[in-house]
């Protein structure tokens, strides 16, 4: 560097130098810019300021010489245009709208790079490799998503679903307090959910081997986030009409109101609504005068809020966590419950659905 004969003087250009590392935001221009300070300063060999950035002698030679000729700027990132695309605007909007729709239709199993190379090819007659179908997906907007299944023998009825998101009403109704009920299991067995880890770590947790579980009805108020649960050995009608009996206990109605319960078609709820219902020599009067039943449609578990606690439950109290029997199982799951069995803003906001999205 010391033979070299500058066109502008070193300090001069220095002092530009140390200017723009004080303000620019650009992190490659900043390390380029302050080698280049470093070798303008002479206050370190050249050797020396190669080894501590890992950039080769002449690389840096190189930069002071492009700032000595064109200026500072010169070290900035051009902008690189690659290759256009070979597909329009117009033909990919055409794309998107046709892998949208099953790939039957086109004459295909499934789509993939192959089979939206093969498509492209005898729509567009346009060669794209299959890398390129891969990231062409991306750029559409695809994703891999894994679907999720629903029994064969029926599917959502989208007219009933309209029907029901009118129970939406019932928050202006000074008469009706809105609660929806579901049970559910936990094992001893460790579920697993994602985690935070280090990049590249294979984390483990320990399963207990047996399959010990443990049931609990639950019922949640979103009006108020409270959450009731109860522990059931099992699932059937009696135990259905326990649950609410104990709920009823717990919560007694408020004065002039009723309990418009929300419960899902399970065999054992319908024999026990009917009941209910049918009220037999009075039975279950204590339930009839304060419970009116609304029916969730088929297959719609979404629409049920207190699904959600069901997650929240496991994502926060049992996933990735190793319980050596189940009754560790059970304080771990009781303990999480406890912090909703008064009003909370949590299960307020989480189960008050917005039925319009």
Same mark, same amino acid.
């Given at each position: 560097? &010391?033979?070299?004969?500058?066109?502008?003087?070193?300090?001069?250009?220095?002092?530009?130098?140390?200017?723009?590392?004080?303000?620019?935001?650009?992190?490659?221009? %900043?390390?380029?810019?302050?080698?280049?300070?470093?070798?303008?300063?002479? $206050?370190?060999?050249?050797?020396?300021?190669? *080894?501590?950035?890992?950039?080769?002698?002449?690389?840096?030679?190189?930069?002071?010489?492009?700032?000595?000729?064109?200026?500072?700027?010169?070290?900035?990132?051009?902008?690189?245009?690659?290759?256009?695309?070979?597909?329009?605007?117009?033909?990919?909007e055409e794309i998107k709208k046709v892998l949208i729709n099953p790939p039957g239709e086109c004459g295909h199993f499934k789509w993939d790079g192959i089979s939206l190379s093969d498509y492209i090819?005898?729509? !567009?007659?346009?060669?794209? =490799?299959?890398?390129? =179908?891969?990231?062409?997906?991306?750029?559409?907007?695809?994703?891999?998503?894994? #679907?999720?299944? !629903?029994?064969?023998?029926?599917?959502?009825? *989208?007219?009933?679903? *309209?029907?029901?998101?009118?129970?939406?009403?019932?928050?202006? &109704? #000074?008469?009706?307090?809105?609660?929806?009920?579901?049970?559910?299991?936990?094992?001893?067995? %460790?579920?697993?959910?994602?985690?935070?880890?280090?990049?590249?770590?294979?984390? $483990?947790? $320990?399963? @207990? #081997?047996?399959?010990?579980?443990?049931?609990?009805?639950?019922?949640?108020?979103?009006?108020?986030?409270?959450?009731?649960? =109860?522990?059931?050995?099992?699932?059937? @009608? *009696?135990?259905?009409?326990?649950?609410?009996?104990?709920?009823l206990k717990a919560n007694p109605a408020p004065e002039n109101c009723k309990y418009y319960l929300v419960m899902d078609n399970a065999p054992w709820h319908k024999k026990a609504k009917r009941l209910i219902k049918e009220n037999f020599n009075q039975e279950y009067s204590d339930v009839s005068d304060k419970v009116v039943?609304?029916?969730?449609?088929? !297959?719609?578990?979404?629409?049920?809020?207190?699904?959600?606690?069901?997650?929240? /439950?496991?994502?926060?109290?049992?996933? &990735?966590?190793?319980?050596?029997?189940?009754?560790?199982?059970?304080?771990?799951?009781?303990? !999480? @419950?406890?912090?909703?069995?008064?009003?909370? /803003?949590?299960?307020?906001?989480? =189960?008050?659905?917005?039925?319009?999205?």
């Amino acid at each position: 560097m &010391n033979k070299r004969t500058f066109i502008h003087k070193p300090l001069e250009l220095l002092e530009i130098g140390k200017e723009i590392v004080k303000q620019s935001d650009d992190e490659k221009y %900043t390390l380029k810019v302050t080698l280049v300070n470093l070798m303008l300063e002479r $206050k370190m060999k050249a050797k020396e300021i190669s *080894e501590l950035s890992g950039i080769t002698r002449r690389t840096l030679s190189k930069w002071v010489k492009i700032v000595d000729e064109e200026g500072f700027d010169a070290l900035r990132e051009k902008a690189r245009t690659g290759r256009s695309s070979k597909l329009s605007k117009e033909q990919k909007e055409e794309i998107k709208k046709v892998l949208i729709n099953p790939p039957g239709e086109c004459g295909h199993f499934k789509w993939d790079g192959i089979s939206l190379s093969d498509y492209i090819k005898s729509q !567009y007659h346009i060669d794209l =490799c299959i890398r390129q =179908c891969q990231r062409l997906f991306y750029e559409l907007g695809f994703s891999q998503i894994r #679907p999720q299944t !629903y029994p064969s023998s029926g599917e959502p009825n *989208e007219e009933e679903r *309209e029907a029901y998101k009118k129970i939406a009403d019932l928050a202006n &109704n #000074p008469n009706a307090v809105l609660v929806f009920q579901d049970e559910v299991h936990y094992t001893v067995q %460790t579920g697993i959910s994602s985690m935070w880890a280090i990049k590249g770590s294979k984390p $483990k947790v $320990k399963s @207990y #081997p047996g399959k010990d579980k443990i049931s609990y009805s639950g019922f949640v108020i979103p009006s108020t986030g409270k959450l009731f649960t =109860c522990k059931l050995e099992w699932f059937d @009608y *009696e135990t259905t009409i326990r649950s609410i009996r104990d709920f009823l206990k717990a919560n007694p109605a408020p004065e002039n109101c009723k309990y418009y319960l929300v419960m899902d078609n399970a065999p054992w709820h319908k024999k026990a609504k009917r009941l209910i219902k049918e009220n037999f020599n009075q039975e279950y009067s204590d339930v009839s005068d304060k419970v009116v039943f609304v029916y969730l449609p088929p !297959y719609s578990p979404d629409l049920n809020p207190i699904e959600q606690v069901w997650r929240l /439950t496991r994502r926060d109290a049992t996933h &990735n966590i190793f319980f050596r029997d189940v009754h560790k199982l059970e304080q771990a799951v009781d303990d !999480y @419950y406890s912090l909703f069995t008064v009003p909370n /803003t949590s299960l307020k906001s989480l =189960c008050s659905f917005n039925f319009d999205h």
